[in-house]
């Protein structure tokens, strides 16, 4: 399977402390992959560096032959705690501006992909009364309104209730079934499991344990994170 992005012996260093630590990774067309670890292991900063909205301390990233950086970024649809929606407009004007930043203008699209989200009822309201909820399920829609091939999700479900959870397992379940990839960011390891066909747990800025979801048990998989976890403790006593 072809790769699509690459990383080698890469480091990120903030305020001294090493927050990434000889990070090597290899991400392959149409791969679900599942960054999984406490708080502090390093995911989100990963995926920063992976959407090139951090530069890595050291170390190479390289993208698939071909592919500039330009060209990555309009191929990435990404889903961070911060929404970057506009509170003062409409879910489907929030939409159509972020379609028109990549050259876009597909109204059908847009009515589309709000449906799928369930938010076509609502869709002339501000964003600004929206619950959290619809507000995360709202940036989904965001994330993919110019079509990206790849999607890179920092804790989409973290609050949500059952229907929101749902509705977003569904999207990506459909993104996967047309052979598009996705990163996703989770604590909830059985979920992770159940969405992602690779498994990478981080702890401390190194990856630990990276696996096929098929290769390795969830029991065995909760196992070792969780005697991290409790090493991480044990270190604050």
Request: glycine letters at 6%.
């Amino acid at each position: 399977m072809v790769s699509i992005l690459e990383l080698q012996n890469l480091e990120f260093i903030i305020n001294e402390r090493k927050v990434l630590k000889s990070i090597n990774f290899s991400w392959r067309k149409g791969e679900t992959v599942a960054f999984i670890g406490g708080n502090g292991a390093g995911k989100s900063t990963l995926l920063k560096i992976i959407a090139l909205l951090s530069q890595p301390s050291d170390g190479k990233l390289s993208l698939a032959k071909g592919a500039s950086k330009n060209k990555w970024k309009n191929n990435l649809g990404v889903v961070f705690p911060d929404s970057f929606l506009h509170d003062s407009l409409t879910a489907i004007e929030n939409l159509r501006f972020y379609q028109q930043i990549y050259g876009k203008d597909d109204k059908r699209f847009i009515e589309h992909i709000l449906n799928k989200v369930q938010l076509v009822t609502v869709k002339d309201e501000l964003v600004g009364t929206y619950s959290k909820g619809m507000r995360q399920r709202l940036s989904i829609a965001r994330a993919l309104v110019h079509q990206p091939e790849y999607l890179l999700l920092d804790e989409p479900f973290d609050g949500l209730d059952l229907k929101s959870k749902m509705i977003i397992e569904d999207i990506l379940n459909v993104h996967e079934s047309q052979g598009n990839g996705y990163i996703l960011v989770s604590h909830d390891v059985k979920q992770a499991f159940d969405l992602c066909k690779r498994s990478i747990l981080l702890h401390d800025g190194e990856i630990i344990v990276d696996e096929k979801s098929s290769q390795i048990s969830l029991l065995s998989f909760l196992d070792k994170y969780q005697s991290l976890l409790e090493r991480n403790e044990n270190e604050f006593l």
